[in-house]
Structure formats: structure tokens, C-alpha cells
């Protein structure tokens, strides 16, 4: 999945987990540094290190020699990612989604992406592992792995309350610790908006249009069944979540890796749209957010008033 953060992904990503033969990995780009460095658990509540399923997941990856022939290490997967992530290599990635790129941390990270993939697969049971890293350059860097099936569903909110939600702080408890998810100031909400939506329009044009989809946030809370439907008809997917009604869903506990808090919510799940931003955010920053979006606002169907 493909989307800026607070859109929704994590919830819709716990949701396609339920279907049998699918299996949430949760963002797979963050696994060696928040998983594996930081120690972030999962959404067992286990770390990586100890979890039943990334644990081996972890294993087979740095037993198995890369590109190069030498065996990686998290830290050098790490540094791998983190120079694809700077602006002059970003760029060459998403322009590149078709492949054809020698760079040695292209070649490293895109190794590695598709042994992550195929373990966690194998170690969940699972023929679909919903991958949900919301950036476009990981989109594009899947697109690039060979012998993989890949769709993307890029997840739309209104930027008005994506900035607004980012403003909230997000408190968790696992176990005896409780951790805070961070907060963001609105003009770097508004860039990151931005960069994601003008990114995945780039890597659009290298998937073909079979396998992509776009979902707004909105229409998903208003119709979670339906969506969810379309969804799994495009993948090919028999099945369906566990709905209790049109709007509830249950969940069970999952192998999530990284993403939003939501994903250690297990049982009845309510389904429901969260506009506060229409009421609590203030005029001035509507009009801020509306103006320096107007243009993919207009695009993706979104109102200039609340």
C-alpha cells in the first residue's frame, strides 16, 4: 500500500489479514531498524527477534548471501535503505519502477525485500502478504522484485485531516510498556501529503492497470464491505473478512511489523469515518492545508470547504 500516514493503512491492512491466505506483514521497510535495532514489537507483542514468525523471517535473510555473494547485516541493510532514501536516489528509484537500475543499494535493498516477502509467506502459511510501507519508493522498489505478484492500493485521506491527525499523539500499551507515537507539525504534514501523492503518481505509470487500485479513506469507512470485496476481486482472492455487520469486523491478534497502534486491536472492530479536523481544526489551517493542496485535492475529488 501506498499513502501518506494516518490514512487508514494499518486498520485496512488488519482487515485483509482476516481473510484466509492473507497475512498483514505490516511495513516491511522498517523491520531492520524499529524491528530489529530498536526492538519495536510486533503486533503479537513479541519483538522480531523473539516473534514466531519474523524471527525466522530474519534468519533466512541474513543466512542468505546478497547480491554480492556476501552475507548482509542489519547494518548494512539499514545503510542500504538509507541511502535510496536521500532525495538524488529517490528520484532514479521511482523513475526507474521498471527495473533496470545496478546501483548496490538498489540491488541490496530489493534482495532483501523479496526474501522478507517470500519467508514471511512461507512462515504465515499465507499466498498474500500485504506489505503496507505507504512510501512510494518501496512501491517501486517492489515493483522491481522478480517473481512476485505485486499490486499497489494507493490509500487516500483528505490532507485536512491527515494534518489534523497528526497533531494527536498516539499512546500504546504492550505488555508492562506503554510507548507514544509522535506528532507532526502541519507545514511538514503538508509537504509529506504532497511528495507522497506527486511519488505515486510516478510509480503509476509503471504498474499496470489491473493491479492498482485507489481507495480514499472516506469511501472505505463508508462502505467497508464493498471495498474490501473489490479488493480481493482484483488480487483473484476467494473469501471475505470476518464481518459481524455492514460496519464491524473482528481481529485477531497478527504478525504486523510496524504501522499505526491500531494494530494491536483485537475483537469487534468499529468501522467509522474520523472527521474531527472539520470541527476542531482551526480556519486558518484549513485554508493553509486547502490552498498548498488545491490542485490534487481537485484531483482526488476532495471539496475546497469542509
Avoid at 90 to 99: E, H, K, P, S, T
Avoid at 125 to 147: E, F, H, W, Y
Avoid at 161 to 183: I, L, N, P, Q, Y
Avoid at 210 to 230: G, I, N, T
Amino acid at each position: 500500500m501506498v499513502g501518506a500516514g494516518r490514512s487508514g493503512t494499518t486498520v485496512l491492512a488488519s482487515i485483509l489479514g482476516e481473510v484466509p491466505g492473507c497475512a498483514s506483514a505490516g511495513e516491511i521497510r522498517w523491520l531492520w531498524e524499529r524491528g530489529v535495532l530498536d526492538g519495536r514489537p510486533c503486533g503479537c507483542g513479541e519483538k522480531p527477534a523473539t516473534c514466531p514468525v519474523w524471527s525466522k523471517v530474519i534468519e533466512a535473510c541474513l543466512s542468505t548471501p546478497g547480491p554480492d555473494g556476501v552475507l548482509p547485516t542489519v547494518q548494512s541493510i539499514v545503510a542500504a535503505q538509507q541511502r535510496l532514501d536521500e532525495t538524488r536516489h529517490r528520484l532514479r528509484v521511482l523513475r526507474g519502477a521498471g527495473g533496470g537500475d545496478e546501483d548496490p543499494a538498489l540491488r541490496l535493498v530489493r534482495h532483501v525485500t523479496g526474501l522478507v516477502v517470500r519467508s514471511f509467506a512461507e512462515a504465515s502459511g499465507a499466498g498474500v502478504v500485504i506489505d503496507t510501507s505507504k512510501r512510494p519508493l518501496d512501491a517501486a522498489v517492489m515493483a522491481q522484485v522478480p517473481g512476485i505478484d505485486h499490486y499497489v492500493l494507493h490509500m487516500l485521506r483528505d490532507p485536512r485531516a491527515v494534518a489534523h491527525s497528526w497533531r494527536r499523539a498516539k499512546s500504546f500499551s504492550v505488555g508492562e510498556e506503554t510507548r507514544t507515537m509522535g506528532t507532526r507539525k502541519l507545514p511538514a504534514t503538508v509537504r509529506r501529503w504532497v511528495a507522497n501523492a506527486l511519488g505515486t503518481e510516478a510509480v503509476h505509470r509503471h504498474v499496470s492497470p489491473d493491479h492498482w487500485k485507489r481507495l480514499r479513506y472516506e469511501d472505505f469507512c463508508a462502505q467497508p464491505v464493498e471495498s474490501m470485496d473489490e479488493l480481493l476481486s482484483m488480487m483473484g482472492v476467494p473469501g471475505r473478512p470476518p464481518f459481524e455487520d455492514a460496519g464491524t469486523v473482528r481481529l485477531r491478534p497478527n504478525h504486523i511489523v510496524a504501522g499505526n497502534p491500531s494494530r494491536f486491536t483485537v475483537g469487534s472492530v468499529r468501522i467509522r469515518v474520523d472527521e474531527e479536523w472539520k470541527t476542531a481544526m482551526s480556519r486558518r489551517d484549513r485554508m493553509l492545508v486547502t490552498t498548498s493542496t488545491w490542485p490534487l485535492l481537485h484531483r482526488y475529488g476532495y471539496p475546497w470547504r469542509a
